[in-house]
């Protein structure tokens, strides 16, 4: 199982999600992606894009400006 | 029906590509979203940059919709690819630096290039005859289904009626008779549409959903092609004409000036590759001075820096001034009045 860290720092929506998005296409089901964040939209469109795509996310943390928001990788079949 | 039909969908995340997406779902068919993201959106950037903007939703609309729909929405990277579209246009551009034609080509042929590597069988799109003044003209409709190379793989819901049928129509994954004859600017017909299908709360951006639009953000983008010498940018480039007032003193250089502390936040993210500069002595925004200054420019910049400071009023300000090497230099200037402000000098 691979875990591994997007840091998606400073860029704009849909930047973090689209970044999140082709490290997940390299990952398979089980694994872990931690998303690095200062973009309060992502709060509403990772978990969003998630949703959508069968993923899920684990764990969301806001510390100061920095959101740090970990998904662990869905069965894409 | 031997096959169950699949359909790609450009979804912006306004109402009529939401409803271009619903309609062709009603008829059966596998629908998921596509959007591209070129640098240019307007879709969510300065929201989430300025802290006034807070109250709104924090929401990439796309994103939104395609939950709407309940379909899968891809989210393409194009910010590359879309550099030619922008500079080099074939159709020229509309009444400010936007492509309008050229970008709606592209973006059909980049989701055809999709379609086809997915497996898919057509494009569907929100466009509407006489909508936009460019890209949605009547004489421009065919134009987009030809240099995209879609041809008939093309499928506007909202107006098809209008139009000649396409392949899906003919080979009856379509019903034509089910599908749309929406005609011209009004946007009744959209907004009772959206009230059939209960969809309330859609996104309506009154300056459409792209920068490019816009006259000021154009007039920025001209002054960087300009003051470069090329017509070429890269993705901060553009992202910064986005934020901040900006400032062309001299030839050399240009400020920007943080408008509020969302906009300061943000432009920290760059100020190690920028010179930029901040008062010490007063509360005050942080500048990015983008191009190269002497020590004169310098001292011009600090009394500009000044005078969007708490301070502007005071005999004096100290402002830090940090090089792109870390090295810190304090000026003492007194604050540039308003008046010695030229509005040739905003951009």
Redesign the interface.
């Known amino acids: 199982m691979n875990s591994v860290t997007v840091d998606a720092?400073?860029l704009?929506?849909?930047?973090p999600?689209?970044r999140t998005?082709?490290q997940v296409a390299r990952l398979h089901p089980g694994d872990f992606v931690r998303v690095l964040c200062?973009?309060?939209?992502v709060?509403?469109?990772i978990p969003?894009?998630c949703?959508?795509?069968g993923h899920t996310v684990a764990d969301t943390s806001v510390a100061d400006?920095e959101i740090a928001i970990t998904i662990q990788v869905g069965d894409r079949g | 029906m031997s096959k169950h039909h699949k359909a790609v969908a450009l979804i912006s995340g306004g109402l009529d590509s939401l409803l271009a997406a619903r309609v062709v779902m009603d008829q059966g068919i596998h629908v998921e979203g596509i959007?591209f993201?070129t640098g240019f959106?307007v879709?969510?950037?300065t929201h989430?940059?300025r802290k006034q903007h807070?109250a709104r939703?924090?929401?990439?609309n796309?994103?939104?919709v395609?939950?709407q729909l309940g379909?899968?929405?891809?989210?393409?990277?194009i910010i590359e690819e879309y550099k030619q579209v922008v500079i080099n246009p074939r159709h020229g551009y509309g009444a400010n630096l936007n492509p309008c034609l050229d970008c709606k080509v592209f973006m059909v042929g980049k989701a055809l290039e999709w379609m086809n590597t997915k497996g898919f069988d057509f494009i569907v799109t929100g466009e509407v005859i006489g909508q936009r003044p460019k890209s949605q003209r009547r004489v421009n409709l065919p134009v987009v289904a030809r240099e995209s190379g879609a041809h008939d793989r093309l499928v506007r819901p909202l107006c098809a009626r209008n139009l000649p049928p396409t392949l899906p129509e003919r080979e009856g994954w379509l019903e034509r008779d089910k599908l749309l004859a929406f005609n011209g600017r009004s946007r009744k017909p959209q907004m009772a549409l959206a009230a059939h299908y209960g969809f309330e709360d859609y996104a309506q951006p009154a300056g459409g959903c792209c920068f490019l639009t816009d006259r000021q953000y154009s007039q920025k983008l001209s002054d960087l092609w300009q003051t470069r010498g090329e017509r070429n940018y890269e993705l901060d480039d553009i992202?910064l004409l986005k934020v901040g007032r900006h400032l062309r003193p001299c030839p050399g250089f240009k400020l920007i000036v943080g408008r509020e502390e969302g906009e300061n936040?943000?432009l920290e993210?760059y100020r190690r590759r920028y010179v930029h500069m901040i008062p010490v002595s007063h509360p005050g925004p942080l500048v990015l001075l983008d191009g190269e200054a002497d020590a004169h420019g310098l001292e011009l910049a600090a009394r500009i820096a000044a005078r969007f400071s708490k301070g502007r009023d005071d005999a004096e300000v100290t402002i830090e001034v940090t090089g792109k090497d870390g090295a810190v230099r304090n000026y003492t200037v007194s604050p540039l009045p308003s008046a010695q402000i030229p509005p040739e000098w905003y951009l």
Not at chain 1, 12 to 15: K, Q
Not at chain 1, 38 to 41: E, I, R, V
Not at chain 2, 57 to 60: D, E, I, L, M, S
Request: charged share 25%; proline share 6%; hydrophobic share 35%.
């Open positions: 720092r400073y704009l929506c849909p930047l999600v689209i998005q082709d200062t973009d309060p939209g709060l509403h469109d969003s894009w949703r959508m795509h400006d | 959007n993201f959106c879709e969510g950037h989430a940059i807070r939703p924090k929401r990439n796309a994103l939104w395609a939950e379909i899968r929405l891809h989210l393409i990277d992202m936040r943000y993210g």
